[in-house]
């Protein structure tokens, strides 16, 4: 049975998602053992309700991780706190990555893109490693730790989902261990890391928290923008792609999501269109279905980066909207372009995929990317 969490992993999810947006936009899910809002209505009001909360009350920090350099970082990462410092932090975010000229963010996402093409045609390194090497490098890593700080990025993330293992556990924090020194040497340039924490500073931001969230920046880019390079490369080879390739991009994250889902946590009572989430209870909210809603989006079903005033719930909304909205774009649009300049062409992408097992991102594995 398709379920809204199991939907991800279809080749097609996008018949189930219109469905739920029509018939039940949201209700409970007995399946999932959750509420399911995938109307845009629904969707937006569960991002404004101050009661759901992204971690579940007195689960900020995964047990397991708990105690641990990984568990120290993840319990000061915005996108994992609601608490008042944590808009405070966030406004530092924001003002940092809004002031991250797209020239610069281009630039060093071609140059990591050019690395990894001289190095031959691996689409998993283009999906996964350039983003987090085109982040480390505007974050103030040396040249010389780049690549490491790509390999120790993919095994930090390996604490986030909640069906890591005690090996991911720990490997997560053995890199968050290296990680943390390795960007308080980059906060001492010129970087984005030391706007980071300069910016911080200034909010009131403790340091340590500042260069936590410098870490943050690099573990969201790494599920994130590889699902939006990949979506980018596969819509590529199905629309025509246009001289704006950023409006492309842009379409793509509200056509095909690479994060399709998200998790709220009630802690108290939230009443809905005439229902009650109870204290406890989680709502998932079905982002990539909300993206499809024709109350929002008209013609929603149709692949079009002209769209006038697209909604978009992808990168979040309000309060929970990405401050690295604009980043990932940037960086998803200078993949593509260098893989053009390379020779790259639609016609080169494998004639199958399947995505990654995941319970919230869709990621496409491309020949070449791995298994």
């Known amino acids: 049975m398709t379920t809204p969490l199991s939907a991800i992993q279809h080749d097609d999810p996008y018949p189930y998602y219109a469905g739920l947006t029509a018939e039940r936009p949201f209700a409970f899910d007995a399946e999932i053992g959750a509420w399911a809002a995938a109307g845009a209505e629904a969707v937006q009001a569960a991002f404004d309700a101050p009661g759901l909360r992204v971690r579940p009350s007195g689960n900020e920090v995964p047990a397991p991780i708990a105690d641990t350099a990984a568990g120290e970082v993840f319990g000061q990462l915005v996108r994992m706190r609601d608490d008042a410092a944590a808009a405070e932090l966030k406004s530092a975010l924001v003002t940092v990555l809004s002031k991250t000229a797209p020239e610069a963010v281009a630039e060093a996402a071609r140059i990591a893109a050019r690395e990894a093409l001289e190095r031959g045609l691996d689409y998993r390194e283009l999906a996964f490693g350039v983003p987090v090497a085109a982040v480390a490098s505007l974050s103030g890593v040396p040249a010389a730790d780049v690549r490491r700080s790509v390999a120790l990025t993919a095994a930090f993330v390996r604490c986030i989902p909640a069906s ?6 720990a490997a997560a924090s053995d890199a968050a261990a290296e ?6 040497r980059a906060a001492e340039g010129d970087g984005l890391a030391a706007r980071l924490a300069e910016t911080a500073a200034a909010h009131r ?10 870490v943050g920046v690099l573990s969201q880019t790494y599920d994130a923008t590889a699902g939006l390079v990949g979506a980018t490369l596969l819509a590529l080879g199905r629309h025509e792609r246009g001289d704006d390739l950023r409006a492309f991009v842009e379409e793509v994250a509200r056509h095909d999501a690479p994060i399709q889902n998200t998790r709220r946590f009630a802690h108290e009572p939230w009443t809905h269109a005439g229902q009650t989430v109870d204290t406890g209870q989680t709502v998932l909210l079905v982002l990539a279905a909300a993206n499809r809603d024709p109350a929002v989006n008209p013609d929603p079903h ?13 990168f979040g909304s309000g309060r929970h909207g990405c401050p690295g909205r604009a980043v990932a774009v940037e960086i998803a649009a200078a993949i593509v372009a260098e893989a053009e300049a390379a020779g790259w062409t639609p016609r080169d992408l494998p004639q199958r995929h399947r995505y990654l097992p995941s319970p919230n991102a869709r990621i496409p594995v491309l020949e070449g990317s791995g298994a």
């Open 164 to 169: 890591a293992t005690a090996d991911d556990h």
């Open 179 to 184: 990680l943390q020194p390795l960007l308080a």
């Open 205 to 214: 931001v403790p340091r340590r928290t500042a260069l936590a969230n410098a």
């Open 302 to 314: 149709d692949f079009d980066p002209a769209r006038p005033q697209p909604v978009s719930f992808t």
